[in-house]
């Protein structure tokens, strides 16, 4: 009986849910890693999902971020061409609610006009949405992003744009927080450069943000009294990573660790 319902639930979930199906995929020469957009579509709960997708050169695919497709009731979402699901919009409110508790962390709220600095594009933009699309009055973003490739995708699929009060620097983080510290200062300064579950110290080495350059930097570009937000994955060396913190806001921080991530909220004084 027992293995008859599991098989009757097995059966469900592939009804439900179906496979994900890639809709546009680009490559890059050189690293030879490719991101794709992929939709996927679970009718039990009448849900459309695009999904951002990694594939490295050893065929392995990781689903990186997800986002609510809107489709119209009379439009059957299989039916139609790649081109006519990459062309539906998704649902820009959406906001995880770990971004939502973050945010909140920072006082005063980020919703007062403050001149922010974020430092990734999260994912295919999900803290950017946040950024872009919670509050009434917006705050003054400026989005630095290595990648070209994922800037052209999460503006074109995903819902992330640029405008008067938000603008992508196409830069390497730390040679970005070098050239800035040269000119205005941050109210607040976030850092969401490595997907928690999905990082590796090829793709998104720790050399590159847990060191003592990158921790400098994000002081520099602080105002007297900004917060910076620094969302990062648990690595080997754990204590020098918080030390760094530590020593260079004055013990001005507070510390969350789960098995998979860091967050820290550290303050200039």
């Given at each position: ?31 030879k890693l490719c991101l794709a957009v992929a939709h996927s579509e679970d009718t039990w709960n009448d849900v459309r999902t695009r999904i951002l997708q990694v594939q490295l050169p050893d065929n392995t695919t990781t689903n990186v971020r997800f986002a609510e497709v809107i489709v119209p ?197």
């Open positions: 009986m027992q293995r008859c319902i599991l098989i009757i639930a097995f059966l469900a979930y592939f009804v439900c849910a179906a496979a994900d199906h890639a809709d546009f995929t680009v490559c890059k020469k050189r690293s009731f009379w439009i059957k979402f299989w039916s139609i061409s790649s081109e006519e699901r990459l062309a539906l919009p998704i649902e820009k409110s959406a906001c995880f609610k770990d971004a939502r508790d973050w945010v909140k962390a920072i006082d005063p709220p980020l919703y007062n006009r403050q001149n922010v600095l974020n430092l990734g594009l999260g994912d295919a933009g999900w803290m950017t949405n946040c950024l872009l699309n919670n509050w009434i009055t917006r705050p003054n973003v400026t989005t630095v992003e290595a990648d070209q490739m994922l800037k052209t995708i999460t503006k074109k699929y995903f819902g992330v744009y640029e405008d008067p009060l938000h603008r992508i620097v196409i830069e390497k983080p730390l040679t970005a927080l070098q050239k800035l510290k040269r000119g205005a200062k941050f109210d607040t300064i976030i850092v969401n450069l490595c997907d928690v579950f999905t990082w590796s110290y090829i793709s998104c080495s720790p050399s590159t943000w847990a060191n003592k350059q990158f921790v400098e930097g994000l002081f520099c570009n602080l105002k007297s009294g900004g917060k910076v937000l620094y969302t990062a994955p648990v690595i080997d060396n754990d204590k020098k990573f918080v030390k760094l913190f530590e020593k260079r806001f004055r013990n001005n921080c507070t510390y969350s660790r789960t098995f998979v991530e860091w967050l820290v909220i550290c303050t200039k004084p």
